[in-house]
């Protein structure tokens, strides 16, 4: 029997003081709370068996990673898999204004929100992370593996891990800043996901979701 806990890490903060919605834009780093959490994620993982360790390209990604990577003189695999999902209003800053909806180049791209019309497509995210995993778990056989990725991708695999339906309600994502899910692989297939938010006092109390979550998958 093969077995190894693969753990999906949500970026830290990033420094956005403009509000725009950067998803896969370069440039954009960690805040000053955000360099935090990846210390006390760095602090967290310390009695962790990590063996492998893969990441996002993007820099708010490798910047929380890297505390973990030198905590445990690894090197970590820069993967494209998890990257950001693709959102074809990067770019843009949204208030919460309902007139900045109806705005004809954004309205035409809200028409279908169960595929996302807006961005790359939910049934797209989920096999190139599915896979992302399965070739950290093969990596890790027997030890722990850890990715560093973004809140779509993480839920997308959480939700097909489960056997969940992937239209969902955005706003209730479990998946705060600086969260852990955590995925038991055993012989290729998902037995088990975890859910902790080790950094959840560092967390803006509007991005803050249920503090843990435990279910078989």
């Known amino acids: 029997m093969s077995k ?3 753990h999906l890490l949500r970026h830290g903060q990033v420094d956005n003081p403009d509000g725009v919605l950067y998803e896969r834009l370069p440039g954009y780093h960690l805040s000053d709370i955000g360099r935090q959490m990846a ?3 760095a602090e967290h993982t310390a009695g962790f068996d ?12 490798r910047e929380t990673l ?4 030198e905590q445990h003189q690894l090197e970590p695999v820069i993967d494209e898999r998890v990257i950001e999902a693709g959102n074809s209003l990067a770019g843009r800053v949204f208030t919460g204004k309902l007139t900045q909806l109806l705005q004809p ?11 996302p019309s807006w961005g790359e497509a939910y049934k797209h995210i989920v096999p190139r992370m599915r896979a992302a995993i399965a ?12 990715i560093v990725s973004h809140q779509l991708p993480i839920w997308m695999a959480r939700l097909d891990a489960e056997g969940r339906p992937l239209v969902h309600d955005p706003r209730k ?37 249920p503090k843990k979550f435990v279910a078989g998958a």
């Open 50 to 61: 990590l063996v492998h360790l893969r990441v996002s390209p993007l820099e708010r990604a």
């Open 105 to 115: 180049a954004v309205l035409r791209r809200l028409y279908n929100p169960l595929r």
């Open 173 to 209: 994502r479990q998946c705060s800043l600086a969260s852990l899910t955590s995925f038991t692989v055993i012989d290729g297939r998902v037995a088990r996901v975890d859910y902790a938010e080790p950094a959840i006092d560092l967390v803006p109390a509007k991005n803050k979701n």
């Open 66 to 69: 890297a505390p973990i990577a």
């Open 39 to 41: 210390q006390r994620l």
């Open 135 to 146: 070739d950290a778990a093969a990596a890790a056989e027997g030890h722990e593996a850890l």
């Open 4 to 6: 190894a806990i693969v």
